[in-house]
């Protein structure tokens, strides 16, 4: 992977300066001030975490400070290499055009932008896509329990696409990637990498929940049990968020999921509970009202309410938001959403219509073929995640093992009666087991 600085051009870089949220220009000179990207975590087992960086002007020695505009705080960089396929060659010194790996940084994530620290700039994010599927995780033996939650934590760490949770209803850890092979590639370093034996449970996909239409509510909160109690009662209109919102940077950046507008006047609710309201509302969108699954998006537009001299407290406004979210979200006509996965089949020509009929019976939708040199077939498709497990397998028996494909997450759409019915049952009978 060893790139010379020499053979590196590229024009000046822009940035927005976090302090005058103005745009500023880098340019690939080792007399500007430093400014790099990190577009790669990894862990060594000889040097520990690497972070792989571009470079894009001015220079930096190795043992250092930089800033990490993201979390606002100093890193060291005390080592600095050059990176010759999974060999480190040490040097101290890097400069504008240079791609290069350093250690001894504490929190740095995939996408932060390094800069000098009185020269501060954020460059253009990176966005990196949800999880589409899910498989749960556990040790094979005690020795190994420790192990695993070390081993999760550093591969989260390299991959913005892959987490981890913990389902308390469940009991289990549960990893999320963008595929049947992501997570397998996971697994397979946990035994390889890692030295953690563990037993796998059977995919699952990651379906989200969204609200449809609007609806107005009023939720009253009164409890008393001796002394000072809780009372706090808002009147909100819960539903979908704007489209103004879902384009915005704060919502594609991933900073908010929660669209919530204050039309309170005269102070009927004070400004100090605002954050309570938001953190109520926030926590019950990683659990949708039908199956538990998370709502993407979401507008709450306050406008009025009541409260006590003595009982209303944050607390009280906050359990009143999630009270009132389970009431009013249940008339919004939720609605389960499910991942379309684009897929392109690459076929000999005679076995096309078996291969459209099998996706058409997987719930796909053509979208176009097209003729490939060799009498080959490019057959588009979009087709749900739920119906492509195994697939790779039955388009070889399909075509005696003459096709190949390739499957990307494409959106998420509403799932049929049929299958958003049975998705909510089997996760209610999981709960209850």
Known sequence: MFIPAKSIRHSPVKGINPKTDKEEIRKPDVNEPFTALAFKIATDPYVGRLCFMRVYSGAL????????????????????YQMHANKQNAIDRVDAGDFAAGVGFKDIRTGDTLCAEGSPIILESMIFPEPVIGIAVEPKSQKDLDKLGMALSKLAEEDPTFRVKYDEDTNQTVISGMGELHL??????????????????????SYKEALTTTVDH????????????LFAEMSFELGPADEKFLESD?????????????????GSVPKE??????????????????????????????????THAVDSKPLAFELCAKEGFKE???????????????????????????????????????????????????????VPLSEMFGYVTELRTITSGRANSTMEFSHYAAAPKNVAEAVIANSKGAVKA
Do not use: H, W
């Open 218 to 229: 009023t939720e009253r909160l009164k409890k008393q049990s001796g002394g000072s109690g």
């Open 328 to 382: 009013a979200a249940r008339k919004c006509n939720p609605v389960l959403l499910e991942p379309i996965m684009k897929l392109e089949v690459i076929s000999p020509e005679e076995y096309t219509g078996p291969v459209i009929g099998d996706l058409n019976r997987r719930r796909g939708m053509p979208k176009g073929q097209e003729q490939r040199s060799g009498g080959a077939i490019s057959i588009q498709a979009e």
């Open 61 to 80: 020695d190795a043992g250092s400070y930089i800033l990490n505009t993201r979390s606002e705080s100093k890193e060291r960089i005390s080592r600095l």
């Open 273 to 306: 509970y605002f954050a309570s309201i938001i953190k109520g509302f926030n926590s019950m969108m990683d659990n949708g009202i039908l199956a538990g699954y998370n709502i993407d998006s979401m507008k709450v537009r306050l406008y009025d309410g009541k």
């Open 250 to 266: 704060e919502f594609k950046s991933g900073k908010t999921k929660l669209q919530f507008v204050n039309d309170v006047f005269g």
């Open 184 to 205: 397998e590639i996971i697994v397979d370093r946990l035994r390889r990498e890692f030295k953690v034996e563990c037993n796998q449970g059977a995919p699952q996909v």
